[in-house]
């Protein structure tokens, strides 16, 4: 099947207006704004199945559906912070098929009554925000941005916006807040962005990647879209494939295809290593062992093996990897990226950190191991938003799947029983 | 309270209002929910997770929307998938709410344990040991041991100073953000804010000079740790050596209680002293915020230069006499001419100490030249027909309200007013505010009339006009509007100031404010309670002032007297000419002020005060009063709100209270034997001020329940210092309560203008004086003399950012430094830091060269 969402890849400079639209580039728009009324394209995006693509799955057209009806303004935020580790998806789609997730997002304008689209950008996704606004700048020319969008009384405006670079950016609230200005920290809901986000109005926050799917389900019907994938999880999604795979990239598949197709796809393990692991969904998401390999890659498919697909970046690990590294990586990465709001995740991923550092470093006890996995689930469930969750992921996974590589490297330290001793815990 | 809400919480069912949050509706039933970074001022963030508790809300079945019950009948609840902050979760019918499962009580040690992680846990030398929440919360939810290795321990800065007033401990601090919430919403002074990310969070501020914010004080109340401290009582003593007494601000109008934490000490050489201030929680006056000079201008009572002993002129020079001799020599010279003699008093005296002045001359001298030293505001006697009604609470005002502030800048007069008017107006009361310039709550007002310099009756005359009569609508110009929205107002609550007035426009003004207030266009608004008038008095006790009848033409109560004595303006117009031979001044500086050049041609001057000030190096006698932090009292605040203080430190010298100084003259002039206390002569203002009557200390004293309850039991609202165990006081009734009021006659005021560059003296809150002088932590936030113009006026001027002027001031050339802001009004030089002078007065700005520049 030829690519939907990465369709640049099969046809040459997607990016220029002319050439989308000589491939049905915009005729989604005009076929909303001509012949569709914005709940009628609510009702098709939400018959789709379509679901969020960031990682968190939550049904696109509810969403809208969600938005007040009537006067003030609203908003469209298109989220394309993409900063989990190992997602560099709506990267390429902004950089190289920025049409397909304007369209989209004018198509979602449309639908909740919005004039206004703000994209935010992670701020090192420089080169894929030139490309966007240039595709901007030739949107408006057409005519799909602007006034009277194609004779229409619906008017609306597109800006980007560039954050400076933080993960819980990715999280809406916490986007929102970016975007006017704030501090990048979450806020507690409710209230919901749909109720109250940007500037306290009703807003909208979709992924880069849902919105690219918009145009392709108002042209060729819900019904289309539902066939493609599983029934659950209908529709494509780009994964993204790193690690210790031979070809590492984005591969756009039909959800429903299973761990091991993917690995294969990527050609393989690198090198002929025997696979030993991989995280489903970046950094977030608990890590997965051979025995889960045969799971769906859909909303569902990992439940059973305690993980999630999430944004299906995967990370593929080979059996020279320690793992204990590996999850000091994530967890440093998380440790480094909470914002501080609140206290378990603030105090509880710095404590980790430590912990697990000695443990890596072979100064750690068993005590320490068992202290790490008591923290961890101290923070679990009692955080103000989900980063608090995602940082304890691989730590908790890596334990309960690689207790034998902690066992190693704290029966390793042949001193480490004797420093516990020395450190005296203090109250 | 239509809009209950039902809910259990851990069995008991409590009933609250609609909107409150879990957290909230547990304290009423005495559940003590404990948090950290929710505070019931503040709106809920959710933040330290403190608060988790088991919400279970009743299930509904979804075609039906019947409630679901179990086998038992009992209705059944889904708790959800995990636990829920109590702080932001808002009630709802039904929702069973469980505190003390092993989840919960589990959740709050995990939370402790990791607070504590990184926190120095240095409470033996923490100003806030002892009313630390974070202590308290961890001794009865903690487990009293940590996990983390101490090596592990986050190290940071201890010695951050945000302001000159206000110092942060980077390590103590828990990122509750109550400080920066405070700030933001509370007060509109968003100036400190969280810097970077994780644990690398800090507090740092945004404004230069550092923490610039009349309110910064409040925030080391509120905070729930000691990472907040102030410049004045950071390391100065242990809470539990400190011994709380009750006291009400000295400073303005509004009144605010407060508590004096005093303590003996040895660099004191073992007298008791203030060790600080802290606000008083009144929900009907202050709520729980006091300002920052309310907090840090106290040390002039302890001042070394405080006057001990009299002092009697002997050879031209003062020297010390006992008070025997003091008193005879006083009462000698002052029994002459009752037209030859007059009594003027400062507005910072308490109630006992004004009426003991107007007996003294009334009763005793026979005279009626007695008046308030600096003759500011008028209008007394209006808002005693029209004032604001007993009963009143700006708190109660909101929507379909309005609020009308002329000529004042409440922030910088009364800055609790100009919250709890912001507040109400953010609540949806329309605010109207004229001025001749922009103030600070312009940004809340509905409508801003900003009129020209001197046309204040003129603007005032047009808003009661138009509420007068049904207006035309097509006309859309900001007059008619306000006016359409005060005539519209359910309640309406008029605040009035004396900014660029002379004293009879003030007076002119508050009877055209009063008449608007007794035209009834479907809403009565005098005697009503929420409504009335509030005068902006220049000091903390000219309310009281007038209504103990320190007045030349009102006897205590608003008496009128038979024939009118002299106003202070016309005495200082005799001292100079010679119509007036002894001159009786109490607490007021008049010299200092500008208003009396010199002692002109009187025989005799006699000065009470706390200092030797200008007035009081050229009297005859100098009488040692005591400050009100070393005695008890009462004072009364512009709302008529009589409260009362207490006495917090030992006597300063000999010094004696100014109501006794003054009985004791009265027995030798025939008044018979001076009252023993306070509480006495206050029996007396009760017997003979109608207002009054029935009021005593006991009833003053009285306390009744406040919420949100912040000063209790619980662990973690603040110290002991918002806890009110000494007395809410009473507001005295207005005539418009009990009795129809007549509509005022206003007099035809002449603003007697020259035309060219008007200048208008503007009030600012850290004014130079006696009473800021003396306290050396304020002193970087001492206002210094400014001239405030518009970029076009110094273009024409010829001057500068920085230049240093010349302007007169009552007489005497004050050199001021230019500040060009076109927030001033163009033709309008606003003076601050400078002695008042009423009314407006041609600007004449003599630039002067750096070398002309006084040293001083």
């Known amino acids: 099947m030829a690519n939907l969402l990465l369709r640049h890849r099969d046809i040459p400079d997607l990016h220029k207006i002319d050439v989308y639209r000589k491939h049905g580039g915009y005729e989604a728009l005009h076929k909303a704004i001509t012949e569709m009324t914005p709940q009628g394209v609510i009702d098709v995006v939400r018959s789709s199945g379509l679901r969020g693509r960031g990682g968190a799955g939550f049904p696109t057209g509810v969403k809208w559906s969600f938005i007040p009806k009537g006067p003030g303004e609203k908003y469209v935020v298109i989220n394309t912070d993409e900063s989990e580790t190992g997602t560099f998806k709506d990267r390429e789609l902004s950089e190289k098929n920025p049409h397909q997730v304007i369209e989209g997002a004018i198509i979602a304008a449309y639908s909740i009554g919005a004039k206004t689209i703000y994209n935010y950008f992670r701020g090192e996704f420089m080169d894929a925000g030139y490309a966007m606004e240039e595709a901007i700048r030739e949107a408006y020319a057409a005519g799909f941005l602007g006034k009277n969008i194609l004779g229409s009384d619906f008017s609306c405006d597109f800006y980007c916006h560039y954050g400076a670079g933080a993960y819980i950016c990715g999280e809406e609230t916490a986007l929102i807040n970016s975007l006017q200005g704030e501090l990048g920290q979450p806020w507690s809901k409710p209230p919901f962005p749909a109720v109250e986000g940007l500037y306290r109005r009703p807003t909208v926050v979709n992924n880069t990647e849902t919105l690219a799917n918009v145009p392709l389900i108002l042209v060729n019907g819900a019904d289309w879209y539902m066939s493609l994938g599983t029934d659950k999880s209908p529709g494509v999604k780009i994964v993204c494939m790193s690690g210790h795979v031979e070809k590492p990239g984005n591969y756009e598949v039909e959800l429903g295809v299973t761990y091991r197709e993917l690995l294969a796809m990527a050609g393989g393990m690198r090198d002929g290593k025997k696979f030993k692991a991989l995280l489903p969904s970046g950094g977030s998401g608990p890590v997965i062992t051979e025995k889960a390999l045969d799971a769906p890659l859909t909303y569902e498919g990992l439940t059973p093996h305690g993980s999630v697909m999430g944004s299906a970046s995967v990370i593929v690990m080979d059996e020279t990897t320690d793992m204990v590294w590996a999850a000091l990586k994530m967890l440093h990465f998380f440790k480094h990226e909470s914002c501080g709001k609140c206290t378990p995740c603030r105090e509880g991923t710095f404590w980790m950190e430590k912990l697990l550092h000695r443990i890596y470093e072979g100064h750690g006890t068993p005590q320490d191991v068992q202290t790490l996995e008591s923290v961890a689930n101290q923070i679990g469930g009692r955080t103000l938003c989900a980063l608090g969750d995602f940082a304890i992921n691989p730590v908790l996974s890596t334990i309960k799947h690689f207790p034998e590589e902690y066992r190693a490297k704290v029966q390793g330290s042949a001193n480490g029983q004797v420093k516990a001793a020395a450190r005296t815990a203090v109250a | ?856």
């Open chain 2, 1 to 856: 309270m239509s809009d209950l809400i039902t809910l259990t919480i851990d069995g008991v069912e409590v009933s609250v209002a609609k909107g409150t949050r879990i957290a909230d509706a547990a304290k009423r039933i005495g559940n003590d929910i404990p948090v950290f970074c929710h505070h019931p001022k503040l709106e809920p963030v959710g933040m330290c997770r403190m608060c988790l508790v088991e919400v279970g809300l009743p299930v509904r079945d979804r075609a039906t929307g019947a409630l679901l019950t179990n086998a038992d009948g009992s209705p059944q609840l889904n708790f959800g998938r995990g636990l829920q902050t109590a702080c932001t979760i808002q009630v709802s019918e039904g929702m069973v709410v469980r505190t003390a499962t092993e989840p919960v009580l589990e959740a709050r040690k995990s939370v402790i344990e990791f607070l504590l992680t990184s926190h120095p846990l240095d409470c033996p030398i923490c100003d806030k040991g002892g009313e630390c929440p974070l202590q308290n919360l961890t001794m009865a939810h903690g487990v009293g041991q940590s996990r983390m290795h101490f090596g592990d321990k986050l190290k940071l800065d201890k010695h951050v100073p945000l302001g000159d007033l206000i110092y942060l401990d980077r390590e103590r601090c828990i990122q509750c953000a109550r400080c920066i919430r405070f700030q933001e919403e509370v007060v509109d002074d968003p100036v400190i804010r969280f810097h970077n990310r994780g644990r690398s969070l800090e507090i740092v501020t945004l404004s230069d000079p550092g923490f610039d914010s009349v309110w910064s004080g409040n925030t080391t109340d509120i905070c729930p740790v000691g990472a907040l401290t102030t410049a004045d009582f950071r390391f100065g003593a242990r809470p539990w050596e400190l011994t709380p007494v009750a006291s009400i601000c000295p400073h303005c109008p509004v009144g605010c209680n407060t508590t004096m934490s005093t303590r003996r000490e040895a660099m004191a050489n073992g007298r008791t002293v203030i060790k600080r201030i802290m606000p008083r929680q009144n929900e009907a006056v202050n709520e729980i915020w006091i300002c920052d000079k309310g907090r840090f201008v106290h040390h002039f009572a302890d001042h070394a230069n405080r006057l001990t002993q009299p002092l009697i002129r002997q050879n031209g020079k003062l020297v010390e006499t006992s008070w025997g001799e003091a008193l005879d020599f006083v009462a000698g010279k002052l029994q002459i001419d009752a037209h030859m003699v007059a009594g003027l008093a400062g507005a910072r005296l308490s109630n006992e100490d004004l009426f003991a002045f107007q007996r003294l001359f009334r009763d005793g001298l026979k005279s009626q030249n007695i008046d308030l030293a600096k003759r500011r505001l008028a209008g007394g006697d209006v808002a005693a027909q029209v004032g604001l009604s007993s009963g009143s609470n700006l708190k109660d005002l909101g929507k379909g309200d309005a609020i009308l502030v002329v000529a004042s800048d409440l922030h910088d007069e009364a800055p609790v007013w100009w919250l709890r008017v912001k507040q109400a107006a953010e609540r949806g009361a329309t605010l109207v505010v004229a001025n001749a310039r922009a103030t600070r709550l312009d940004a809340f007002a509905a409508f801003s009339l900003h009129y020209e310099a001197g046309q204040a009756l003129a603007t005032v005359n047009q808003l009661v006009s138009m509420a007068k009569v049904e207006t035309d609508t097509a006309v859309t110009n900001d007059i008619v509007s306000a006016a359409e929205a005060l005539f519209k107002a359910e309640n309406l609550v008029i605040f009035y100031g004396s900014e660029g007035l002379a004293y009879d426009e003030t007076d002119a003004l508050a009877k055209l404010l009063g008449n608007l207030l007794l035209i009834e266009n479907g809403h009565k608004h005098a005697g009503r309670v929420n409504n009335g008038l509030v005068p902006v008095w220049p000091h903390n006790n000219t309310q009281g002032a007038w209504d103990m009848g320190v007045h030349p033409a009102y006897a205590p109560g608003y008496k009128p007297v038979k024939e009118a004595g002299l106003d202070a303006t016309a005495v200082y117009a005799a001292v100079a000419n010679g119509d007036l031979k002894a001159l009786y001044i109490a607490g007021a500086d008049p010299v200092g002020d500008g208003l009396m050049p010199d002692r002109g041609k009187l025989d005799f001057l006699v000065v009470q005060e706390l200092f030797l000030t200008d007035t009081a190096v050229l009297a005859d006698v100098v009488l040692p009063a005591q400050s009100w932090a070393e005695r008890e009292g009462t004072f009364t605040t512009g709302e008529r709100r009589v409260q009362r203080y207490y006495p917090a430190i030992p006597v300063v010298g000999q010094s004696r209270p100014d109501w006794q100084i003054l009985a004791q003259i009265g027995e030798r002039v025939g008044l018979g034997k001076p009252a023993f206390a306070a509480s006495l002569t206050f029996k007396d203002v009760a017997r003979i001020v109608p207002q009054y009557k029935g009021m005593d200390y006991r009833t003053l004293a009285q306390v009744e329940k406040q919420w949100p309850d912040v000063g209790g039991e619980d662990l973690y609202y603040g110290g002991n210092a918002y806890e009110n165990r000494s007395g809410l006081g009473q507001q005295w009734p207005v005539t418009a309560e009990k009795s129809a009021v007549a509509h005022f006659d206003v007099p035809t005021v002449k603003t007697g203008r020259k035309d060219g560059l008007q200048m208008m003296w503007t009030a600012v809150l850290y004014a130079p004086g006696t009473l800021v002088d003396c306290s050396d932590v304020i002193a970087p936030r001492k206002a210094q003399p400014v001239a405030a113009l518009h970029g076009t006026d110094a273009a024409r001027l010829a001057v500068a950012d920085g230049d240093w002027v010349e302007v007169m001031v009552n007489g005497t050339a004050v050199q001021v430094t230019v500040r060009v802001d076109d927030r001033a009004p163009v033709g309008l030089v606003l003076v601050a830091g400078v002695p008042w002078w009423p009314g407006t007065a041609v600007a004449d700005l003599k630039k002067i060269v750096a070398a002309a520049l006084a040293v001083n």
